[in-house]
């Protein structure tokens, strides 16, 4: 069921835990992450960025076939647009149909974000899509930004940001960043910043950057009051690494299978991210499944 993302993050908010948002460009990504969704009776938020739509993940395509998957599950899937900033593009996305888009301010000065963030705010609203912004900025982990504590979410302007916005969802900078990091490396995480962040807002916290935070980081993340986990890295090095084993076991096969193999691959990827992020079971009754566990 395709659904708004504030549904699905209102309730992780209340009830503390993690949901997986994926960065999906193609018919097995988003079919893998769905039905290891439907399969963990956990919601799950599929997205891509304009520069995904642009060069692989068409939103004409893609839309359609989210929608057909999402009708086929009994646990709800929003489509989010991810890193919007162009006002056409994001305009676009809300009227094909996206259930939340983002609106990146993170790079203007502060007003302005609060400006431009506020108006795609109430377009998206009377379109009954929820949007998530973002205060901070999450940089870059080959640049190693996630170390630079000036670009980490300030508390105090935090609550004038949401009042003045209306957003659903904050994206915040805690220490995370965008990409690889370099080999060996987990990031270090502001965790005392984060504790500041939820008491001051009580609404729903996205973390970006999760690929390669580490699972204790992510635990203590989703108990801090993060409720949205973006991951795109490691998915698609899930997939690629899923292809590579199958390659070697059997250099003739095709590509059919190739694809088989890393739609195969991903799906155990995000049920396993599902069980560490405290959201698999969520959505079912009547079964002896406990949450998180299996």
């Known amino acids: 069921m395709l659904v708004s993302m504030k549904a699905i993050l ?3 908010n209340r009830n503390y835990y993690g949901v997986m948002a994926m960065n999906s460009i193609n018919i097995e990504m988003a079919r893998a992450g769905i039905m290891a969704a439907e399969e963990e009776h956990s919601p799950i938020i599929i997205q891509f960025g304009p520069g995904q739509m642009k060069n692989h993940a068409h939103a004409e395509e893609m839309i359609p076939v989210i929608r057909e998957l999402a009708e086929r599950v009994h646990v709800p899937v929003a489509l989010n647009l991810d890193h919007g900033s162009d006002f056409y593009i994001i305009t676009d996305c809300i009227n094909r149909g996206f259930t939340n888009v983002m ?3 993170s790079s203007l000065p ?3 974000n609060i400006k431009r963030t506020a108006i795609i705010t109430a377009l998206a609203h ?3 899509c929820s949007v998530e912004g973002e205060l901070g900025h999450v940089g870059q982990a080959a640049q190693e930004e996630d170390a630079h504590t000036d670009l980490y979410t300030d508390p105090d302007l935090a609550m004038e940001f949401v009042e003045k916005t209306g957003i659903d969802a904050l994206a915040v900078a805690i220490g995370t960043a965008h990409g690889a990091y370099p080999k060996g490396k ?3 995480l502001d965790f005392d910043r984060l504790h500041q962040l939820k008491e001051t807002l009580n609404i729903p916290l ?4 999760g ?3 580490g699972e204790e980081n992510l635990k203590k993340a989703v108990a801090g009051g993060i409720n949205k986990i973006n991951v795109c890295t490691d998915a698609f090095e899930a997939g690629k690494q899923a292809m590579l084993k199958e390659l070697d076991k059997n250099p003739e096969t095709d590509y059919m299978h190739l694809c088989m193999a890393a739609e195969a691959g991903i799906k155990q990827f995000v049920k396993d991210y599902m069980k560490v992020i405290g959201s698999s079971g969520r959505y079912i009754y009547g079964e002896t499944k406990q949450v998180g566990n299996e």
């Open 126 to 128: 009377g379109k009954g």
């Open 110 to 112: 502060y007003e302005e």
């Open 103 to 105: 609106y990146d301010g």
């Open 211 to 213: 690929s390669g935070s």
């Open 186 to 188: 987990i990031p270090k």
């Open 206 to 209: 996205v973390l970006h950057g």
């Open 10 to 12: 209102d309730d992780a």
